[in-house]
């Protein structure tokens, strides 16, 4: 038998062993899946084009109030993306999507669609204050510029502009969705510290006034409203259930940080961010779902798309 | 700590006024400094969380402009994490970050919505709804969640809104908007409209409406004006 303090220590060890394992920059090293990230791809031209071809920009133009935030370009290049850039941006930012969505051309079109998406939703965001979700996707976007994410599922593969490693599980596959992972990671993370510093407003937040507050002001705008047309009790009362809410909020959204020490818990941590946002949706805070499900094609283990696709060594 | 520290904008002047505070930014000060000396320590002896992320970073088989990337866009989200001040395209995720009391309410909570006459009938324009592809009555795609947000709250009470409403809504045949006033009452849990619009031009002039005052038509002032 073996004294507690050893078994501590045992326990203690396999535990930092199996971290050193499974952790985000040793999982970067496994192979991959070419599938994975040619459908990565796919989502994110999808969700590039939603967003792309919103009249938000038209829209934008039109009432013309500045939001008060800011971006790190100088004042110049924002003044020539305002004045003449824009109307140009968003059509080379609608055509290129679809060819990222075809896989057509794409090592070609990365770079420029980058670039057009990077400005265009730069003069949105310093015009407009508004949920930015797109702050969410621009990084996955010039990550895929050195990709190798037309490999398969494109254009590029039928017309053999692009041919694939003879292993479609090359790690090669895997770096890009790990670094997506890393990334909703850091969105998570960041959004629950932001809610609990400084520390002595953190508290504060917690007892749940900002949620009771959100929902009590958006009832009439929320998805709930709309489809069940009777609150579900009386938001003025029942203060501890948006404490609890609060609370849990900030619990899921710092739990991500588990995905850079293991990948073992990335389903139950998907499970949550999916309660979290469908529950944010239906209160009437609406806009992240999609970028959540997007990003979180990262999630998945790369075995699964191996043996959906009957992916071979 | 350091966050905390970095965050609190008047710092000098919650350091004069608040005994409590100087006595944490102190002691922070001092387990800042420490840490700092282990970290930088460990570092230098090749050990340690850090040096094992640093190291196997870049040893990574990850191309080498895709690393330099990475850090840059780690380092820059950092700063603006640390400092809570976005600045695009490096973000906080900071959108509901102010803590709010949510003290004693109106058990009835109303809202000004925009709504036209279909005969007898009125139809109200639920701006929010229109944004769920299943549910939207007039717009379609391209109608996104944030415009409907920026629609509904940002810029309500701007008159280009309400004309690029009516101009998009014209093309569907609906010439004339009118505001009223839909209102919850969560004692009771029943939600009731009234097409007054006299009443909504009432209480769009009080204070306490979320996102402040919607942009009323002239023609529905002098309406009620007669």
């Given at each position: 038998?073996f004294s507690?303090?050893?078994?501590?220590?045992?326990?203690?060890l396999?535990?930092?062993?199996?971290?050193?394992?499974?952790?985000?920059?040793?999982?970067m090293?496994?192979?991959?899946?070419?599938?994975?990230l040619?459908?990565f791809?796919?989502?994110?031209?999808?969700?590039?084009?939603?967003?792309?071809?919103?009249?938000?920009?038209?829209?934008?133009?039109?009432?013309?109030?500045?939001?008060?935030?800011?971006?790190?370009?100088?004042?110049?290049?924002?003044?020539?993306?305002?004045?003449?850039a824009?109307?140009?941006?968003?059509?080379?930012?609608?055509?290129?999507?679809?060819?990222l969505?075809?896989?057509?051309?794409t090592?070609?079109?990365?770079?420029?669609?980058?670039?057009?998406f990077?400005?265009l939703?730069?003069?949105?965001?310093?015009?407009?204050?508004?949920?930015?979700?797109w702050?969410?996707?621009?990084f996955?976007?010039l990550?895929?510029n050195f990709?190798?994410?037309?490999?398969?599922?494109?254009?590029d593969?039928i017309?053999?502009?692009?041919?694939?490693?003879?292993?479609?599980?090359?790690?090669?596959?895997?770096?890009?969705?790990?670094?997506?992972a890393?990334w909703?990671?850091y969105?998570?993370?960041?959004?629950g510290?932001?809610?609990?510093?400084?520390?002595?407003k953190?508290?504060?937040?917690?007892?749940?006034?900002?949620?009771?507050?959100?929902?009590?002001?958006r009832?009439?705008?929320?998805m709930y409203?709309y489809?069940f047309e009777?609150?579900?009790?009386?938001?003025?009362?029942?203060?501890?259930?948006?404490?609890?809410?609060?609370i849990?909020?900030?619990?899921?959204?710092l739990?991500?940080?588990?995905?850079?020490?293991?990948?073992?818990y990335?389903?139950?941590?998907?499970?949550?961010?999916l309660?979290?946002?469908?529950?944010?949706?239906?209160?009437?805070?609406m806009?992240?779902?999609?970028?959540?499900?997007?990003?979180?094609?990262?999630?998945?283990?790369?075995?699964f798309?191996?043996?959906?696709?009957?992916?071979?060594? | 700590?350091?966050?905390?520290?970095?965050?609190?904008?008047?710092l000098?002047?919650?350091?004069?006024?608040?005994?409590?505070?100087?006595?944490?930014?102190l002691?922070?000060?001092?387990?800042i400094?420490?840490?700092?000396y282990?970290f930088?320590?460990?570092?230098l002896?090749?050990?340690?969380?850090?040096?094992?992320?640093?190291?196997?970073?870049?040893?990574?088989?990850?191309?080498?402009?895709?690393?330099?990337?990475?850090a840059?866009?780690f380092?820059?989200?950092?700063?603006?994490?640390?400092?809570?001040i976005?600045?695009?395209?490096?973000?906080?995720?900071?959108?509901?970050r102010?803590?709010?009391?949510?003290?004693?309410?109106?058990?009835?909570?109303?809202?000004?919505?925009?709504?036209?006459?279909q005969?007898?009938?009125?139809?109200?324009?639920?701006?929010?709804?229109?944004?769920?592809?299943f549910?939207?009555?007039?717009?379609?795609?391209?109608?996104?969640?944030?415009m409907?947000?920026?629609?509904?709250?940002f810029?309500k009470?701007?008159?280009?809104?309400?004309?690029?409403?009516?101009?998009?809504l014209?093309?569907?045949?609906?010439?004339?908007?009118w505001v009223?006033?839909?209102?919850?009452?969560?004692?009771?849990r029943?939600?009731?409209f009234?097409?007054?619009?006299?009443?909504?031009?009432?209480?769009?002039?009080?204070?306490?409406?979320?996102?402040?005052?919607?942009?009323?038509?002239?023609?529905?002032?002098?309406?009620?004006?007669?």
């Amino acid at each position: 038998m073996f004294s507690p303090v050893i078994k501590r220590d045992y326990v203690l060890l396999r535990m930092l062993n199996k971290i050193k394992e499974e952790n985000i920059l040793s999982r970067m090293e496994k192979p991959g899946s070419a599938h994975q990230l040619a459908l990565f791809r796919i989502i994110l031209g999808l969700e590039i084009g939603y967003v792309t071809w919103s009249n938000i920009f038209r829209f934008t133009a039109y009432v013309a109030v500045p939001g008060g935030t800011q971006n790190i370009f100088p004042e110049f290049l924002n003044q020539w993306i305002d004045a003449i850039a824009v109307p140009y941006l968003i059509v080379i930012t609608q055509v290129l999507c679809i060819f990222l969505v075809l896989g057509l051309l794409t090592r070609v079109i990365l770079p420029l669609l980058f670039t057009s998406f990077f400005f265009l939703f730069s003069w949105y965001y310093v015009s407009h204050n508004a949920p930015i979700p797109w702050l969410y996707i621009w990084f996955p976007l010039l990550l895929l510029n050195f990709t190798k994410c037309s490999d398969v599922l494109s254009l590029d593969r039928i017309i053999k502009l692009q041919r694939p490693l003879p292993d479609l599980r090359a790690k090669d596959y895997r770096w890009p969705m790990e670094v997506v992972a890393g990334w909703l990671s850091y969105i998570y993370v960041a959004a629950g510290l932001s809610k609990l510093l400084p520390i002595y407003k953190g508290w504060y937040w917690l007892q749940g006034g900002t949620s009771q507050e959100i929902m009590y002001n958006r009832y009439l705008d929320s998805m709930y409203f709309y489809l069940f047309e009777k609150p579900l009790f009386d938001y003025t009362e029942y203060h501890w259930v948006f404490a609890i809410l609060a609370i849990a909020s900030v619990m899921v959204e710092l739990a991500c940080i588990i995905i850079l020490f293991t990948h073992r818990y990335n389903a139950a941590i998907f499970a949550m961010l999916l309660g979290m946002h469908l529950f944010l949706y239906l209160a009437g805070v609406m806009g992240f779902l999609q970028l959540m499900l997007v990003l979180s094609v990262s999630l998945v283990q790369p075995a699964f798309f191996n043996r959906l696709f009957k992916e071979q060594s | 700590m350091l966050m905390t520290i970095l965050q609190t904008r008047q710092l000098l002047y919650y350091m004069h006024t608040v005994l409590l505070f100087k006595v944490f930014v102190l002691v922070a000060a001092l387990v800042i400094l420490i840490w700092i000396y282990l970290f930088v320590k460990d570092f230098l002896l090749h050990r340690g969380v850090f040096y094992y992320v640093v190291q196997k970073f870049w040893s990574s088989s990850i191309p080498g402009p895709v690393k330099y990337l990475t850090a840059l866009v780690f380092a820059g989200n950092l700063v603006v994490i640390s400092l809570a001040i976005p600045r695009y395209p490096f973000y906080d995720v900071g959108m509901y970050r102010h803590a709010k009391d949510f003290n004693y309410r109106d058990k009835i909570c109303s809202e000004l919505k925009y709504y036209y006459w279909q005969g007898n009938q009125y139809k109200i324009i639920n701006l929010r709804k229109e944004a769920s592809f299943f549910l939207a009555e007039h717009f379609g795609l391209g109608y996104t969640a944030d415009m409907a947000y920026s629609m509904t709250y940002f810029h309500k009470g701007d008159k280009e809104n309400f004309e690029f409403l009516t101009a998009q809504l014209k093309e569907q045949g609906i010439d004339t908007l009118w505001v009223g006033v839909q209102s919850v009452n969560f004692n009771t849990r029943e939600v009731t409209f009234d097409p007054d619009i006299c009443h909504a031009i009432a209480l769009n002039q009080g204070t306490d409406l979320y996102y402040g005052p919607i942009y009323i038509p002239k023609y529905q002032m002098e309406r009620c004006d007669e």
